[in-house]
Structure formats: C-alpha cells, structure tokens
C-alpha cells in the first residue's frame, strides 16, 4: 500500500532508519560506555551513577553471571522497580549473552511462578522487598542462582545504611524471607572483583527481551524482542522526537516502570544512546515526593501515561516547578484524555505527544509530530520504517476511513510469543503484520485514532458504544478526577453503559453526570449505570484495568 503517512512527516524526517549501525544492543550500550564515560548515566534519591561505573559494574555482574555455567540464550530474570541495580543488572545480563526477563516486582506469587515457569529463568536478581514471593515460588522453577539486592546497596555507606534501615525497620518494607543459597547483591560484587568477562557473539536475530504483556487478554505471554528490535525502536524514537533543544545532557524521565517496555526503550535505551541523564523514580505514586525530584534537575524528556499526567497536575506543587527545559513530553500506553492534554499545555507549555505501541512493538509504532501546538486525539503517523494497516475481520486492508484492526509491521515487531506458535499464528499475518486487537480508522493524512480494543467495544441495542469515547467525555467534567467505562448486561438493550467514577468535587452527584453526557452523548452512549470508587484499579504503569471492574461481581449502581 501507498506510505501516505510520509506526506505528512516533517521536514528532513527520514522514511527509514538503519538499524544494523549495531551489531547489538550490547555494541550500542558499550558505545555510550566509552563515549560519555565521565557523564551521569543515572540517579537515584541523590546518588549519582555514571557510564563509567555502570559500564564496570556490569561488567563484573555479567562476569559473575558467566561464572555460574549459564549457557549462552540462559533467560535470568529481574524483579526490581526503578532503582540503580536495574540499569546494572540488564546491561549484565546482556553483556553475558542472556535474555532479560523483566518481572513486575508487584506480581503476587501466582503471577511470579507463572513468568517464571514460562520463560524458564535459571536465576533472578530481586529487591530484598520482593524476595518473600520468590522464596514461595522459587521451588516450582527452574531458577538455581538468586541475587537479592537492597534499596541502600548503592547510596553510600552512610546513606546506604540509613536508607536499608528506615526501609527494614521503620517503614517495614522488607517481609522475613529465606532463600537458602542465594547472594546479596554487595557479596556478588566482591566475587566477581577477579573475574573476566568472556566476550559472546551477539547479533541482531538474538533474543535480548522476553516481555511478558500485563495479561489484560488472558494468560500472560511472553513478547520475543531480539536485538534487532530494541536496536530499531531506539534509533526510530530518535529520530522522530526532534528535539527542540539540545541542552549539554539531556534529561530523561524514569516515572514509568523500567521493567516495562515504555520506559525501558524511551528512557532507558534512548537516554543511554543519547548520554543523557535518567532521573529514577523507585515510586511515582508518591506525587509529592516526585514533584520535589522533578524540582532537582532541568528535565527535558518526561515519557508518562495519562493518569500520571492528571495526578501531577492534580497536586498543587507541580504547577510552581520551572518548565521551560521540558522538550518532549511523550504520552502512552493508554489514551490520553483531551482534558488532561489541555490542562498539562496550560501549566506546562509543553504538548503531550501522544504516541502508540504495544509490547510486541518495543513498544512505539505511532507518535504525533513534536511541533504540535495542541492535543490532536490522534495516535500519530507511523514512525519510520514503520507500516500501518487497518484490517477487517478476515484479515483484508480496509480502504481510507473505514474501521478495523490496526496492524503493524517494521524492524520493531517481536519475533513471536515465547514457545506459543498458536497465539503467534493467530496476531501475525503471512506478510509480517502484527494484529494489535485494537481497533482503529486511518485518515487521507495517514493520522489514526483508536476506537477501542475489540474486547472492550459495549453492544448497545446493536450499536458499538466505544469506551475510551465515553471516558474522554467523563473526563473533562470538572468534579471528576478519573472516570472508566465498560458494559454490563442489560434485559433490554443486551448490554449498558456503566461508569466507575473517581470524584475531584465531593459533592458531585450521578445526576450531575447524566445531565452532563445528555448534552455530550447520542442517547445510546450514555451511562445508564454510575459507581462511584475512591480509586480505580489500574497496571503497574497506571493503565486503568477494565477487565477488573468487569470481572467484580455487580454492585448496586445508582
């Protein structure tokens, strides 16, 4: 089909990239090494890490890694949220010639055990915060080698110590556990002193990632992404997010999750390509004690999700913080909301480009230009090398404007689900497309919006009601804070509109709202249910859980 996206790329803005300038992620990382050796690669609670250290620490741990007979593909898995050792632990693991398996360190043992079972991990790297739920699965899995790291391992002495009792004693993060055998991070350290690493053969069709999708559709997968893939959506953002200035370093943003694709690709990998700076942040969800990082440091890149954005721009400190080296504020893994867009341009300055991806596109295939001026309710162009088609239900390309599954296809594309040749069959088609299940139309500029999923779309006497439609409309009343919709039975209609409601105002009524979507919504659209909820469960990165709210047994509605 015709690249008509391209007509719509700005100036100077490549149609493709070239991704066999690394021969691996390894050659890239060990590039940033040696380039910006003297430069802060990292941060955490004021402790600084930089490309030289991450470059000898990795080295050891991938040393000592090598050191316990691992052959070359061994699959070792990390369970830590955003703290220094994850950088180290991943550039090991890599370096060694292994395939990281990145856990949610939230998992509950069922999850954990699943993962594990799955990818086939042979040893893991986990925050001694964690450890309790590998110490109750670790006897189903293959795992033989566990390294347990603490949250002052790499604060200093002092600080370190500080930091690990507070964390143990006081606040009582770190359940008792036993692992018989296992390693503390800092004793890992000092037996790898004398070692060397072995160099290993890498290329570009080697797996580098197993990453596992949330499970929001069922059992949790695991996403082959091979180096080519990392290597090709690293390069691709680069070139698409032109930024606006070039300050001596640049600033990245580590809010989201590094063990999740978003942030893993954009923060961690494009900020290392780049020798930038990436500000970690263990807990995002502590809004005040963010805001006071984000004071520290002139930030330039800030990758987020919807409900972050609302949530800093909910606290009243967020708004007195300096803006004006935010550059590119990238907004994904769930829609963004008209209203917050808004809002966060106001405050800030600074558009939230709303891009789109999955974690079997690592993850960006979409993104809006950076020179927008305001929020565009769109997902973007495909960025270069990149391929998009809008499918009908037997897998035909739809024309201009009409509404279908959005298919992908690019050096970005996983390799398949980890030993599931049946669930890969039924998401890649013969000509390399990836089936997204999402559902979308693409207009004459080769700009997309998503409808919905397929499993999400609500059957109201024969009419597709869209949740992300009716959300976005519930979002900008100003007495709601965040709002999400699916559809429950109905005797009449099949299926109704349903509204789980997060209050901004306290006295804000169901009536309020109905009046509201009376004048905003077609009569089938509107909620004909309104729950209200102190909170909404949502995914380690703040994606609101449909499912969830769908899998609860009724309540009673008003």
């Not at 018989?180 to 004398?194: D, F, N, Q, R």
């Not at 390069?235 to 978003?262: C, D, G, R, S, T």
């Not at 039924?426 to 999402?438: E, H, P, R, S």
Request: hydrophobic share 40%; glycine share 8%; proline share 6%.
């Amino acid at each position: 089909m015709e690249k008509i996206w391209l007509k719509s790329y700005p100036e100077n803005m490549p149609a493709e990239i070239d991704p066999t300038q690394y021969r691996s992620i390894t050659h890239l990382l060990e590039e940033s090494f040696s380039k910006f050796a003297d430069r802060n690669a990292y941060v955490c609670m004021d402790k600084f890490l930089t490309y030289g250290e991450l470059d000898k620490l990795s080295r050891q741990m991938a040393a000592w890694l090598q050191s316990k007979g691992l052959k070359p593909g061994a699959r070792v898995a990390i369970m830590m949220p955003n703290v220094l050792q994850y950088p180290v632990a991943m550039a090991a693991i890599l370096r060694a010639g292994y395939v990281v398996v990145n856990v949610n360190p939230l998992y509950t043992p069922r999850e954990l055990q699943h993962q594990l079972v799955d990818s086939g991990s042979e040893a893991i790297i986990v925050l001694e915060n964690f450890a309790t739920t590998v110490e109750q699965v670790i006897a189903h899995t293959q795992v033989k080698h566990v390294v347990v790291a603490s949250m002052g391992d790499m604060l200093g002495t002092l600080k370190g110590a500080i930091v690990n009792f507070v964390v143990r004693t006081v606040k009582k993060l770190v359940p008792a556990f036993s692992l018989p055998g296992s390693v503390t991070y800092k004793k890992m350290l000092s037996e790898a002193a004398g070692m060397t690493l072995q160099p290993v053969k890498q290329g570009h069709d080697d797996v580098a990632f197993l990453q596992y999708t949330g499970g929001t559709t069922g059992v949790s997968k695991g996403a082959v992404l091979l180096h080519r893939n990392i290597i090709a959506n690293v390069l691709q953002n680069e070139a698409w997010l032109q930024f606006k200035q070039q300050p001596e370093q640049i600033v990245f943003v580590a809010a989201l999750p590094l063990y999740h694709i978003y942030s893993l690709t954009i923060s961690a990998f494009m900020g290392m390509r780049m020798g930038g700076l990436n500000l970690l942040i263990p807990n995002p969800r502590d809004i005040p004690g963010f805001v006071k990082e984000l004071a520290k440091y002139r930030v330039a890149v800030f990758p987020a999700v919807n409900t972050l954005y609302n949530a800093l721009l909910n606290n009243p400190e967020f708004a007195k913080l300096d803006f004006s080296s935010y550059s590119v504020c990238n907004g994904g893994g769930m829609a963004v909301q008209k209203a917050v867009a808004d809002k966060w341009l106001k405050v800030t300055g600074t558009p939230i480009i709303e891009g789109y991806g999955l974690s079997e596109t690592s993850p960006v295939a979409t993104a809006n230009r950076v020179d927008i001026k305001e929020f565009t309710g769109t997902i973007g162009l495909p960025i270069p090398s990149t391929e998009v088609e809008i499918l009908d239900d037997d897998g035909n390309v739809l024309p201009l404007g009409q509404t279908g599954e959005i298919a992908i296809r690019g050096p970005q594309v996983m390799a398949g689900y980890w030993n599931r040749p049946d669930e890969t069959a039924k998401t890649m088609t013969a000509d390399g497309f990836f089936k997204t299940g999402d559902v979308g139309i693409m207009d004459e500029r080769g700009y997309t919006r998503i409808v919905d999923r397929k499993k999400d779309m609500i059957i109201v006497s024969g009419f597709n009601v869209y949740p992300n439609e009716v959300e976005g409309v519930v979002a900008a009343h100003p007495g709601v804070l965040e709002v999400a919709c699916i559809g429950v039975p109905d005797q009449n209609s099949g299926e109704a509109v349903k509204l789980f409601v997060v209050r901004k105002d306290p006295n804000l009524t169901a009536e309020q709202i109905l009046e509201y979507c009376k004048h905003e919504l077609t009569a089938y659209k509107k909620p004909k249910f309104i729950e209200f909820r102190d909170e909404l469960p949502k995914t380690n990165v703040g994606k609101i859980l449909r499912r969830q709210l769908r899998d609860e047994k009724p309540k009673a509605a008003a």
